[in-house]
């Protein structure tokens, strides 16, 4: 007799660990994967927003029996953690990087980049929310030409000068947008821009 294996989807993971959210009105925006440089799967993100605008975004790996738990993989815990869009570093070795705050905005210029076939050329990524920088392993970015996008806030202002931080020591090339050009409001971010 053979016993099948069940392996949860990813998708059926965030459904199943967002409930308490789902229950008090918060809507599913999205699900990050996290992938290493050999574009396999490290960990995931998901993301949910209710009403009023406030968010909930929380880690999610595998277990042992292949069902997903809250948290981080415990082999990153101690160690600098990954930047999200890494398979593109190794996929587009010639490609000019974005770097913006968070996973949302990071696969919303990605799409904006596949819809207008440059992807590849340029492409995006980051090492999430706000105050992320400091714990990512930037070393893959070593001499690459990285064009900062900051959101317009004061958050935004310290991630990108945390970036800048972190990029120095690698030999990088490093340009900033001027957001003010953008004429973004307060907060305002490249998923913004991109819908003006």
């Known amino acids: 007799m053979s016993v099948e294996r069940v392996i949860e989807t990813p998708q059926e993971g965030a459904r199943r660990l967002s409930d308490q959210w789902i229950r008090k009105g918060y809507i599913p925006e999205a699900l990050h994967c996290y992938k290493s440089l050999e574009d396999k799967e490290i960990y995931y993100r998901f993301r949910l927003k209710n ?32 930047l999200y869009g890494l398979q593109y570093v190794a996929l587009y070795k010639e490609g000019k990087v974005y770097i913006v705050e968070g996973e949302w905005n990071a696969d919303h210029l990605n ?20 105050t992320s920088a400091q714990g990512a392993d930037w070393t893959p970015l070593s001499e690459r030409k990285c064009i900062l996008w900051a959101d317009n806030d004061q958050s935004g202002t310290d991630y990108i000068d945390a970036v800048i931080q972190a990029l120095s020591p690698l030999g990088c090339t490093i340009k900033c947008i001027d957001i003010e050009v953008l004429q973004l409001s307060e907060g305002g971010d490249v998923v913004d821009w991109l819908q003006l």
Do not use: Q, W
């Open 111 to 130: 799409k904006f980049f596949e819809i207008n076939d440059v992807l590849g050329k340029y492409f995006a990524i980051t090492s999430g929310g706000c």
């Open 51 to 82: 009403a009023e605008g406030d968010k909930e975004m929380r880690p999610m790996h595998r277990n042992e029996s292949g069902f997903f738990i809250i948290g981080e993989p415990p082999g990153i815990k101690d160690k600098p953690k990954p």
